[in-house]
């Protein structure tokens, strides 16, 4: 069947759909910046790393860097031409290049310029260095007692009134838990790439995120405007929320390089320098005190959250504001008082990574439900739907933000899986083996997940797109979002071609560049669909509004007799094919590009106060996991894992779970065996594959289920009345860690919460396994 005729297009939204680079991805076809053609003279880059936690620079001989063979310059904070900071948080307190004080361990002080990537590394380890140590924290316990300080300010959220209904509480409990971080570890490092051009004119290509704010930087430190600095980012080989701020030093440092050398400059590091130098998931300290009945109702939550945030600020304040977000998940607290302490360590300051604080608030969350039900003695599953958010209006339905949860869904995605997996027999089964096995544990968890989908801060909720219609019918299509193996551009692409009715492949995907759309946000938030979908459909409205005018005067039709239809367009009786009537409009001289704008509606948030509406809507999901330890040795496996999650009408179903799948993997690594570990001298040990363990194949469940929840449609007219799912599912295998806790449990016969921290490590099972056999 012709195009001409065909009853439907190809790739329209909610269709299942390959990813646009997938083949290129396992063919190695996919360009990354390291794979684009070099540029003629280009230069190489490589960072002066100092070797001291907290330390003034007394001296830096830097004539043996100089003077080896193929080094062209050297760089010092004294060559940044503009200012010598990249704080995104606009605080001053993150230098590009250290010049008196260091502050963690192998903050760069110079940058060596040569004409191969081997002797810039070579030189640079021949700085000589004079120190003067002085004191120093790597975490949240040493730096408190040393009092550091914060490197932004706290937030408290408060509602009803915590110290009475504590008071008055049948029982109370306290507690502390130890919640790890995570490294990143993207495929593809830190890489960028600087070419000068005429006049102030600088190119830069970079694997981030946040290209917006790569030429925010850049121009600062060039002190340059805007408009002289141009970002592309065609694709990352992953980022996780590790590119959204930490490019920034490599592409300013590449800039003023080439800026200075007049040829380009790539910096491209290694993976131990990118894990050493980079910022990781926020690891916190909580500390908490519940109120609870006889029954296990929670009325009473007092809890603190205290954060390993690094030598400066970051993105440590919304990540430590969206951890108390997420501490109620989705309970229902009485009364409630959260306090964030974003503290100072002499470590690298730590950053945004998929969840951005939320996963740490969460497990919170449900460790206090875990304490409460090991505390009256019944399943963890009973306790949580004890304690469920109610339906709007119930009463039960304010979170701590004051927030309405206005489409609880909760209750119905649990209850499903709950049924859909056979949990209660399967428990009941596992209690029964725990009885008799006397080295091998079972454990068996159900846990749900609630997550606010909206960047907190209001002013980043917005999105840009532009698209061309050529006359021969093809579309081009550019937005702010960046693709990092996600799937965004081709949800976007999707997007433009359900709009239009014609099939996917007319659509070209292009880079990301600050030249196309501006003052773009980053890619984060899991709102890169939500946002950049709706600023690609608004594009595509305006040249469809202006075809359907045309069609209108040039035939003397009324609106309503003017149709898309697949690959063609009806005009009253008349049928023509697309691209024949896209040239007629282009010879009516009819505009048929658009530029296209979005910003999330109904949002506002007042920090001061602590009330507002941080989140556009909820994205819900749950997940049932099954374990076994070993109690000899504290190794387990995962033997199976049943997901039921919500992505409100999926844009494209393969996308979308094979996201979930990916999230649920990477958030089990986090609990389970990804370690961040410094030593005595404030040094991270744990810097590359051999020290620091990321899940293998091998790791997964060996029964792992994925179902989206079909019946579930947005009741926010998002793009497609679909829900974003770059985040959530990464707090679905919060499930293994309760189901490993309840393992350990059954060595003292289910008495006491086992408190594991995160990561659960074998050694961490084998340990708490120990306490418990002593009770």
């Not at 049924?419 to 089964?429: F, G, I, K, L, P």
């Amino acid at each position: 069947m012709s195009s001409m005729n065909a009853k439907s297009i190809t790739g329209p939204i909610h269709a299942t759909l390959k990813h646009d680079s997938a083949h290129k991805h396992v063919t190695g076809a996919a360009d990354y910046i390291d794979d684009m053609p070099e540029p003629a003279g280009l230069l190489h880059a490589a960072l002066g790393m100092t070797q001291r936690a907290h330390a003034r620079i007394l001296s830096m001989d830097l004539s043996d860097v100089e003077a080896y063979p193929g080094v062209v310059t050297v760089l010092t904070a004294k060559d940044m031409p503009g200012t010598n900071d990249i704080s995104s948080a606009h605080l001053h307190d993150e230098p590009v290049l250290a010049e008196d004080i260091v502050e963690f361990y192998g903050q760069a002080a110079f940058t060596v310029i040569a004409e191969t990537r081997l002797a810039a590394r070579r030189a640079a380890r021949l700085a000589r260095i004079t120190y003067e140590d002085l004191p120093f924290a790597v975490d949240v316990e040493n730096a408190k007692k040393a009092e550091t300080g914060y490197v932004t300010k706290p937030l408290r959220l408060a509602r009803g009134d915590v110290g009475s209904a504590m008071a008055k509480a049948p029982n109370r409990l306290r507690g502390q838990m130890k919640i790890g971080g995570q490294e990143h570890f993207y495929l593809e490092g830190h890489i960028s790439l600087a070419i000068p051009g005429e006049d102030d004119e600088m190119t830069v290509w970079a694997s981030t995120q946040h290209p917006s704010e790569i030429q925010d930087m850049v121009s600062h430190v060039l002190g340059v405007p805007a408009n002289a600095v141009t970002v592309h980012v065609r694709r990352m080989g992953g980022g996780f929320g590790g590119k959204e701020t930490q490019g920034n030093q490599f592409a300013c440092l590449a800039a003023v390089a080439a800026r200075k050398t007049g040829r380009a400059v790539k910096f491209r590091l290694d993976r131990d320098e990118d894990m050493t130098v980079t910022g990781k998931r926020h690891d916190f300290v909580v500390d908490y005190e519940i109120g609870y009945d006889d029954e296990g109702r929670i009325e009473a939550v007092k809890a603190n959250f205290a954060a390993r945030c690094g030598y400066s600020s970051d993105l440590s304040g919304p990540v430590t504001d969206r951890a108390l977000f997420h501490a109620d998940n989705a309970y229902f607290y009485p009364h409630v008082e959260l306090l964030s302490e974003p503290v100072k360590t002499n470590t690298v300051s730590n950053t945004a990574f998929r969840g951005f604080g939320g996963p740490q608030g969460l497990v919170g969350a449900e460790r206090f439900i875990e304490e409460v039900a090991y505390a009256v003695g019944k399943d963890p599953l009973e306790i949580r739907k004890l304690n469920f958010y109610g339906e709007a209006g119930s009463g039960r339905d304010l979170t701590p933000y004051h927030q309405t949860v206005e489409d609880n869904i909760m209750p119905r995605v649990v209850a499903e899986l709950e049924e859909s997996t056979d949990y209660q027999a399967r428990r009941n089964a596992i209690v029964e083996f725990n009885k008799t096995s006397k080295y091998i544990k079972k454990g068996i968890a159900l846990t749900p997940v609630k997550f606010g989908i909206s960047f907190t801060m209001t002013a980043y909720n917005q999105a840009g797109a532009l698209v061309h219609v050529y006359k021969d019918g093809s579309i081009h299509l550019n937005h702010g979002g960046t693709e990092m193996g996600q799937g965004l551009y081709t949800k976007v692409a999707q997007v433009i071609a359900d709009c239009f009715q014609v099939d996917i492949e007319r659509v070209k995907i292009t880079a990301t560049t600050t030249g196309k759309v501006p003052n773009t946000s980053a890619t984060a938030a899991s709102s890169g669909s939500d946002l950049n979908g709706m600023a690609a459909f608004d594009a595509a409205r305006q040249i469809k509004e202006r075809l359907i005018a045309f069609a209108v005067e040039s035939r003397k039709v009324p609106e309503d007799q003017v149709t898309f239809l697949p690959n063609r367009v009806r005009i009253g009786n008349e049928e023509i094919a697309f691209d024949d009537f896209i040239k007629q409009a282009y010879f009516a001289r009819i505009q048929l590009s658009a530029a296209g704008f979005y910003k999330t509606p109904k949002i506002h948030w007042d920090r001061d106060s602590g009330r507002g509406r941080p989140f556009y809507y909820y994205a819900y999901g749950a997940s049932v996991s099954e374990v076994s330890i070993d109690t000899l040795t504290g190794e387990y496996i995962v033997h199976r894992s049943d997901v039921l999650h919500d992505v409100g009408r999926s844009l494209n179903p393969a996308i979308d779970i094979g996201q979930i799948e990916g999230g649920f993997i990477q958030g089990m690594g986090w609990l389970t065996t990804e370690e961040l570990w410094w030593d005595d001298k404030g040094m991270l040990r744990t810097h590359a594959p051999s020290t620091y363990k990321i899940p293998l194949a091998s790791d997964k469940p060996e029964v792992f289920n994925v179902r989206l929840a079909e019946w579930s449609v947005n009741a926010e007219p998002t793009i497609g009345r679909s829900k974003a799912v770059g985040e959530p599912p990464l707090m679905l295998p919060v499930s293994v860690l309760e189901a490993l806790s309840m393992a350990v449990a059954s060595v003292s016969g289910y008495k006491v919460c086992p408190r594991l921290d995160t990561p659960a490590t074998p050694e961490r099972i084998l340990m708490a396994v120990e306490q418990m056999k002593g009770l």
